[in-house]
Nanobody, 124 residues
Framework: QLQLVESGGGSVQPGGSLRLSCVAS????????VAWFRQVPGKEREGVSC????????TYADSVKGRFTISRDNAKNVVWLQLTSLKPEDTGTYYC?????????????????WGQGTQVTVSS
């Protein structure tokens, strides 16, 4: 069974940190660019970050640049998203996803697989 499983979400105060994990089972992440998206109720799912498969090129949304870091370990079939200096506006459900490509694409139309999501809440 092919699936992505996220973990590491939680509730933190502004300025806090979290580390999200995305573990793949049933297929190797090696050949896929992997992205993180987030969504809040009533809004579209937005891309947060992405990492390509071979050379590890990364991209970030402007709103998270300098605060979030994406990384991957193909041998362990896992991608992480380190969240630091968290703000209330970072609150949402975070999803990892694979693109049908070695390189990062834009949007959700070419996503192959989605995880079930992990909740991040930033509040004082």
């Amino acid at each position: 069974q092919l699936q992505l499983v996220e973990s590491g979400g939680g509730s933190v105060q502004p300025g806090g940190s979290l580390r999200l994990s995305c573990v793949a089972s049933g297929f190797p992440l090696t050949y896929y660019a992997v992205a993180w998206f987030r969504q809040v109720p009533g809004k579209e799912r937005e891309g947060v970050s992405c990492i390509s498969s071979y050379d590890g090129t990364t991209t970030y949304a402007d709103s998270v640049k300098g605060r979030f870091t994406i990384s991957r370990d193909n041998a362990k079939n896992v991608v992480w998203l380190q969240l630091t200096s968290l703000k209330p506006e970072d609150t949402g459900t975070y999803y990892c996803a694979t693109y049908d490509s070695n390189y990062c694409l834009s949007g959700t139309s070419q996503v192959d697989y989605w995880g079930q999501g992990t909740q991040v809440t930033v509040s004082s």
